[in-house]
C-alpha cells in the first residue's frame, strides 16, 4: 500500500476519495463508483429481486431469514458486477459497497424514512441488521463479498425537511440508551462502512464531528473500517450549518475528523486546502489507506478470477428460488391486529369477492423506497384472483383515490359491495406519501406525514364501505404506523402489509387464505392519535416509542395475531436474586393449542425498578420459533447480564439494584395486547442486589 501511494499524485489521491473514482491505466486502478443501494434488494440498477421494505423484513423478527435474504443480495449484487464490462463499472449503482442498512431509530411515527429501518427498538435493530450485514458481507476469511454500511450516524430520524439545518441536542442518556447502541453494535461485528448523517449533533455536523468519528467511532469503539459522508452533506457545512465558510474548508474539518470518502464533489477543494495549508497530504493518506483497504478487500484490485464469486452468473438474478425466499418474507412479514370471529382466513369455496381499494392494484405499494425492479410484479388484486378458484367471482375496483378530501360522484362500488360475501378493502399509504426528500411526489414536508391517520379521502370512503359490506377485510399498506382505532372498530379484520416486495400479493393472497397462518410481529407501536406524539424535532425520548411513552397504543409493540392460539406457562428462571454482573437463565413452555401450523416469537422484557427517567420495558432476547398443531416445546433463553444495565443522565451504563419485573410472552407488557387478542404473558420478579 505505501508503495501505491507514493506512485499517486496529489489530484489522483483526491479523487480516490470521491465517491466516482477516475481510473488510472498506469497502475491498474480501475475506475469505480461507490455509490450502491440494495436494503432489501439490489437497487436502482434494474433487474433484481425485490423483497419487502426493511420495515417488513423486521416485522418478521426472523434472524436466520434476514440472513438470507441479504446473503441473495450480495449474490445477486456480484452476480450483475461479474456480467458488466470492466470499463463501465465506473457507473453507479454498478458496484459491490452497499450504503444500507439505515439503523436509525424509528422514534417517530411522521418520518417518511423510516420504512428504511428495523424499527423503534435498539435490541431489535441491532439484531436484525447484524445479520442482514453478515450476510452482505459474507464469512470469507479474505475477501468481502460486498460491503454494508452502518447509516445515518447519528441522532437523525426526521423531519426531512429541515435535515440539512437541524442541530440534535439529545440528553446523553438518549444517545447512549437509544441512538448510538446499534451502531456500536454493527461496529463490533466488523461492519466495513458507516456514513455520517446531515444534520449536526451538539453544534457539530455529523460528518465532520470529532465527538462522534474520532472520540466515540474511531476511538471507544476502536473503528477500523471508513467513513462516508451522506450525499453532498459536506457542502452543508458551509451552505446551512455555516461552520465553515468554504466547501475548502469543510472537505478539511471532515476529512481531519475521519470523513474519508465524499458522497459529492465538495473533496475536489482539498486541492486548494492542501495549498492553502487547511490541511497537509499526509491527511489525505489516513483516509486514502481505508479506501483502499475496502477495494483491495473487495478484490477489486486483484485479478477477477481471485473471488470466491467470480463464477456467479445472472441467471440467479430475480431467479424462481430467490423469488421463493422473498415470497417467505412477505408471509412472515404479515401481521394480524384483528380478526373478529374467525373472519380469516377466507374460504376458497366460490364465495364471492370485492378487492377494492387505491392500493389494491398499486404497483408502488410493493416497493416503498430504495427499491430494485422486477418483469413480474405481483400486485394484492392479482395475488387474491390468481390464488382464488376459477369459479370465485373476484371484482376489482378503485373505490377512491389514495389522497384528497372526499370522492365526488357517482361510485359504483357500493353495490358491488353488496353483491360480494367478503370485501377485501387495501388502502394505506403508497412511497408517494412518505420517503426521501425529494421522492415523494405528493408529500408537502420533504417525504415525511403531518398526521399518522388514514388520509381523509379513505377514511371516507372506508366508512362507507362498511354500510355495504357483509365481511369487511382491511388490508394496510405503508412503511410506518397508521392510526386506525375508528377504522379497527368496525372492521371485521385488518391485515399490516408493508410494502411486500415483487411477491407481495401472492403472500398476503396466500395469508388471506389460510395457506399460511400470519406470523408477523410489530416492529413499531402505534398511536392512538397524532396528538399523541411530541414534537417532531424533539430528540427527547420521553413519549416516544414503547419504552419511554406514558399514553396507550393502539396496537403494542411487538403484537401480532395468528390463526392458531398459543399458550405460555411454567416460566422458570435458575435464581430469583442476582448479583450485579450475574446473567439470568430461564425457561418457558408454549404450546399452539390451534389447528394451524404457524410460527410464534417469544419475547422477553425486563421491567427496571420505577424511576423517571426509566424505560417501562426493555426487550433483551426473542426467537421465532415454528409449531405443529398441538404441539408443545420447552424454550430456553439466557439473559446476559448487561441487559440489566441501566443509563443515568452522564450516559453512563450502571447496574442499577432493585426489582425487575421480567415478563415473556407474545408481545411487549404493556395495556392492550391481551384486550387485542395476544395469549397472557408469563411474569417473575427478579431482585437485582
Not at 427517567?613 to 398441538?630: H, S, T
Amino acid at each position: 500500500m505505501t508503495d501505491l501511494l507514493s506512485r499517486l499524485t496529489l489530484p489522483e489521491k483526491i479523487n480516490q476519495m470521491l465517491h466516482t473514482n477516475d481510473a488510472i491505466p498506469r497502475l491498474n486502478i480501475p475506475a469505480y463508483n461507490w455509490w450502491n443501494e440494495g436494503c432489501h434488494g439490489v437497487g436502482r440498477n434494474g433487474k433484481a429481486t425485490v423483497f419487502p421494505q426493511v420495515i417488513g423484513l423486521a416485522a418478521t423478527w426472523n434472524r436466520e431469514l434476514i440472513r438470507e435474504v441479504s446473503n441473495i443480495v450480495s449474490d445477486e449484487a456480484r452476480a450483475k458486477y461479474n456480467a458488466v464490462e470492466p470499463e463501465k463499472r465506473g457507473s453507479i449503482y454498478q458496484g459491490l459497497t452497499f450504503w444500507t442498512p439505515n439503523i436509525n431509530i424509528f422514534r417517530d411515527p411522521r418520518w417518511g424514512r423510516g420504512q428504511e429501518t428495523f424499527g423503534e427498538d435498539p435490541y431489535l435493530t441491532a439484531e436484525l441488521a447484524t445479520q442482514y450485514v453478515k450476510g452482505l458481507q459474507g464469512d470469507d476469511p479474505n475477501y468481502l463479498k460486498t460491503t454494508a454500511c452502518a447509516k445515518h450516524y447519528a441522532v437523525h430520524s426526521g423531519p426531512e425537511d429541515e435535515r440539512h439545518t437541524f442541530d440534535a441536542q439529545p440528553s446523553l442518556k438518549d444517545l447512549y440508551e437509544t441512538y448510538l447502541p446499534a451502531f456500536e453494535r454493527l461496529v463490533n461485528e466488523g461492519v466495513e462502512t458507516v456514513m455520517g448523517a446531515y444534520n449536526r449533533v451538539f453544534g457539530e455536523p455529523a460528518c465532520g464531528s470529532k465527538f462522534l468519528l474520532v472520540d466515540i467511532l474511531r476511538g471507544a469503539w476502536s473503528f477500523k473500517g471508513h467513513v462516508v459522508s451522506d450525499c453532498g452533506a459536506i457542502d452543508d457545512f458551509h451552505q446551512h450549518h455555516k461552520v465553515t465558510k468554504s466547501a475548502a474548508e469543510s472537505a478539511a474539518l471532515a476529512v481531519k475528523n475521519g470523513c474519508d470518502l465524499n458522497c459529492g464533489c465538495t473533496y475536489n477543494d482539498l486541492l486548494e486546502a492542501v495549498r492553502s495549508g487547511l490541511i497537509t497530504e499526509k491527511d489525505l493518506e489516513i483516509s486514502l489507506k481505508r479506501l483502499l483497504s475496502t477495494k483491495f478487500r473487495l478484490g477489486l484490485l486483484d485479478p477477477e478470477d481471485k473471488t470466491p464469486w467470480a463464477g456467479l452468473s445472472t441467471d440467479i438474478v430475480d431467479s424462481p428460488k430467490h423469488r421463493d425466499v422473498s415470497r417467505k418474507a412477505a408471509t412472515e412479514s404479515i401481521v394480524l391486529l384483528k380478526n373478529s370471529n374467525n373472519t380469516l382466513p377466507l374460504p376458497n369455496d366460490g364465495s364471492s369477492l370485492l378487492v377494492v381499494g387505491p392500493n389494491a392494484a398499486n404497483i408502488n405499494v410493493l416497493l416503498g423506497n430504495y427499491f430494485g425492479f422486477s418483469p413480474n410484479m405481483v400486485t394484492i388484486a392479482e395475488g387474491v384472483v390468481e390464488k382464488a378458484k376459477v369459479t370465485t367471482r373476484v371484482k376489482y375496483r378503485q373505490g377512491c383515490p389514495l389522497v384528497g378530501k372526499e370522492a365526488p360522484g357517482v361510485n359504483y362500488t357500493f353495490p358491488a359491495a353488496e353483491m360480494s360475501d367478503y370485501v377485501v378493502a387495501v388502502m394505506g399509504l403508497d412511497p408517494s406519501l412518505e420517503g426521501e426528500e425529494g421522492d415523494t411526489v405528493a408529500s408537502t414536508v420533504g417525504g415525511d406525514r403531518t398526521e399518522i391517520e388514514l388520509p381523509a379521502v379513505q377514511k371516507q370512503f372506508l366508512k362507507e364501505l362498511r354500510k355495504h359490506s357483509k365481511k369487511l377485510i382491511l388490508v394496510l399498506t405503508g412503511g410506518s404506523a397508521i392510526s386506525i382505532p375508528e377504522e379497527h372498530e368496525y372492521c371485521d379484520a385488518v391485515l399490516q402489509v408493508w410494502y411486500p416486495g415483487a411477491e407481495g400479493g401472492r403472500a398476503v393472497a396466500d395469508v388471506l387464505f389460510g395457506e399460511i397462518s400470519p406470523s408477523g410481529k410489530m416492529p413499531v407501536s402505534v398511536p392512538f392519535s397524532t396528538k399523541d406524539l411530541p414534537a417532531f424535532n424533539d430528540y427527547n425520548m420521553q413519549g416516544r416509542t414503547y419504552r419511554f411513552s406514558e399514553k396507550p397504543f393502539l396496537y403494542p409493540f411487538g403484537f401480532g395475531l395468528s390463526y392458531s392460539k398459543f399458550a405460555y406457562s411454567n416460566l422458570q428462571t435458575d435464581q430469583t436474586h442476582l448479583t450485579c454482573g450475574e446473567s439470568l437463565s430461564l425457561s418457558v413452555d408454549v404450546c399452539n393449542e390451534g389447528k394451524f401450523s404457524s410460527y410464534e416469537t417469544l419475547q422477553c422484557y425486563l421491567t427496571p425498578p420505577p424511576g423517571s427517567d426509566r424505560p417501562q420495558a426493555v426487550l433483551v432476547a426473542f426467537e421465532k420459533i415454528a409449531f405443529a398443531p398441538g404441539e408443545m416445546k420447552q424454550i430456553h433463553f439466557c439473559i446476559p447480564d448487561k441487559m440489566f444495565l441501566q443509563y443515568n443522565a452522564d450516559g453512563e451504563a450502571i447496574y442499577t439494584p432493585g426489582r425487575y419485573i421480567l415478563s415473556i410472552g407474545s408481545a411487549s407488557p404493556l395495556p392492550g395486547a391481551e384486550v387485542l387478542g395476544a395469549p397472557k404473558p408469563q411474569t417473575t420478579i427478579i431482585n437485582l442486589q
